[in-house]
């Protein structure tokens, strides 16, 4: 049975880094796209940033532009998403998701994703 195990969540000061880890693993189709999502509280699960597999190509939601990466390790099926100067309003739980299909490029949606991770927190006090 497929998971993905994320990891990297905590606690930060803003203007402070982290990097989320998330581990594709059991997936019998393979995972061709990976991505990142947030929920904060009291609002909608958001897309965040995505990867395609096979092209390297990404998508990332304006607001995060500039302060955070999404890589791949493409031997080890892992994402990582690198954040930079974090806000408060970064705060939220954060969600690896993944697809045996290719990415859609051209916008960050859940029902593109049919796995799911369990969410990892992160927190960015002012």
């Known amino acids: 049975q497929g998971k993905l195990v994320e990891s990297g969540g905590g606690s930060v000061e803003a203007g402070g880094s982290l990097r989320l880890s998330c581990a594709a693993s059991?997936?019998?189709?393979?995972?061709?796209?990976m991505g990142w999502f947030r929920q904060a509280p009291g609002k909608q699960r958001e897309g965040v940033a995505l990867?395609?597999?096979?092209?390297?190509?990404?998508n990332y939601r304006w607001h995060v532009k500039g302060r955070f990466t999404i890589s791949q390790d493409k031997a080890q099926n892992t994402a990582y998403l690198q954040m930079n100067n974090l806000k408060p309003e970064d705060t939220a739980i954060y969600y690896c998701?993944?697809?045996?299909?290719?990415?859609?490029?051209?916008?960050?949606?859940?029902?593109?994703?049919?796995?799911w991770g369990q969410g990892t927190q992160v927190t960015v006090s002012s």
């Open positions: 998701a993944a697809d045996h299909l290719a990415c859609r490029l051209s916008a960050i949606q859940a029902p593109d994703f049919n796995y």
């Open positions: 990867i395609d597999s096979a092209s390297g190509g990404t």
């Open positions: 059991g997936y019998p189709d393979g995972i061709a796209c």
